[in-house]
């Protein structure tokens, strides 16, 4: 069995084997790049109940599949971000932010008011809506949160009835497994249906959830373009608020 630290990665993670193990290392499992790689099985194994062993190996692949996503974690070293929880933090934000501008555009208009009666100035004080520029993001965030929730719902069908069905749900976690005792033979022959039925049901889950992001409007492609249309929108804001307040100060003018 690969020790620890007995991976390979280029750097982002996508390299990374995963390695689980199950009924005293009789069943061993290895993963890379969300699918299974490599099936080991003892000899004995063949002696038990098609649903002991079919329980077993769902054990061994699920514990490679956390293993590499631990792996994973520890080399890229991204943290976990909750979208609906960075909505509310951001919701706070703009209502902190909302208020200070607020009491900065009414200090300003104080000051104004004041020296008007002896200077001219001939342009309004620019307002800037940090609402508005916070509440797209937060929808944005929203959307991709109920998403997101909604995927755990999902689930991905491989394999076949008459070798091995397997049946997995996101983040390639296995949730049955049921095994024809026919193909119990050899260890094998065993090992490369199972394989085949959990990749044919990870791929099947991968369509569903394309399917599920694409019919929501979210798939990451649809998401990067509106956070660079409101990057883009709000670098525009923030641009001529600027110009608003250099327009304020250049129309000072002494009467006469």
């Given at each position: 069995m690969?020790?620890?630290?007995?991976?390979e990665t280029?750097g982002?993670?996508?390299?990374?084997?995963?390695?689980?193990?199950?009924?005293?290392?009789r069943v061993?499992?290895?993963?890379?790049?969300?699918r299974?790689?490599?099936?080991?099985?003892?000899?004995?194994?063949?002696?038990?109940?098609?649903?002991?062993?079919?329980a077993?190996?769902?054990?061994?692949?699920?514990?490679?599949?956390t293993?590499?996503r631990?792996?994973?974690?520890?080399?890229?070293?991204?943290p976990?971000?909750?979208?609906?929880a960075?909505?509310?933090?951001?919701?706070?934000?703009?209502?902190?932010?909302s208020?200070?501008?607020s009491?900065?555009n009414?200090?300003?208009?104080?000051?104004?008011?004041?020296?008007?009666?002896?200077?001219?100035?001939?342009?309004d004080?620019?307002?800037?809506a940090?609402a508005?520029?916070?509440?797209?993001?937060?929808?944005?965030?929203?959307d991709?949160?109920?998403?997101?929730?909604?995927?755990t719902?999902i689930?991905?069908?491989g394999?076949?009835?008459?070798?091995?069905?397997?049946?997995?749900?996101?983040?390639?976690?296995?949730?049955s497994?049921?095994?024809?005792?026919?193909?119990m033979?050899?260890?094998e022959e065993?090992g490369?249906?199972v394989?085949?039925?959990?990749?044919?049901?990870?791929?099947?889950?991968?369509?569903?959830?394309?399917?599920?992001r694409?019919?929501?409007?979210?798939?990451?492609s649809k998401i990067?373009?509106?956070i660079?249309?409101?990057?883009?929108?709000?670098?525009t804001r923030?641009q001529?608020?600027?110009?608003?307040i250099?327009?304020?100060?250049?129309?000072?003018?002494?009467?006469?």
């Amino acid at each position: 069995m690969p020790v620890a630290g007995d991976y390979e990665t280029g750097g982002d993670g996508s390299g990374i084997r995963g390695y689980g193990e199950a009924d005293s290392a009789r069943v061993r499992c290895t993963v890379s790049r969300e699918r299974l790689i490599s099936v080991v099985l003892d000899p004995r194994v063949l002696r038990s109940d098609s649903e002991e062993l079919a329980a077993s190996l769902m054990e061994a692949v699920n514990k490679a599949f956390t293993d590499a996503r631990a792996r994973s974690a520890a080399e890229i070293s991204a943290p976990h971000i909750d979208p609906l929880a960075m909505a509310q933090h951001m919701r706070e934000l703009r209502d902190n932010l909302s208020v200070r501008t607020s009491r900065i555009n009414a200090s300003i208009n104080e000051s104004v008011l004041e020296v008007r009666s002896e200077v001219m100035i001939s342009s309004d004080v620019p307002t800037l809506a940090f609402a508005d520029m916070f509440d797209q993001l937060i929808a944005v965030l929203e959307d991709v949160g109920r998403t997101s929730k909604g995927v755990t719902e999902i689930r991905g069908d491989g394999g076949n009835d008459e070798k091995v069905r397997v049946v997995c749900e996101p983040e390639a976690q296995i949730v049955s497994m049921d095994i024809n005792p026919r193909v119990m033979r050899n260890t094998e022959e065993l090992g490369r249906e199972v394989t085949s039925a959990v990749n044919m049901a990870l791929e099947d889950l991968d369509r569903r959830l394309n399917e599920y992001r694409e019919s929501a409007g979210l798939e990451p492609s649809k998401i990067q373009s509106r956070i660079d249309e409101l990057q883009e929108l709000n670098v525009t804001r923030l641009q001529s608020y600027a110009q608003g307040i250099a327009g304020l100060m250049g129309s000072i003018r002494p009467y006469g």
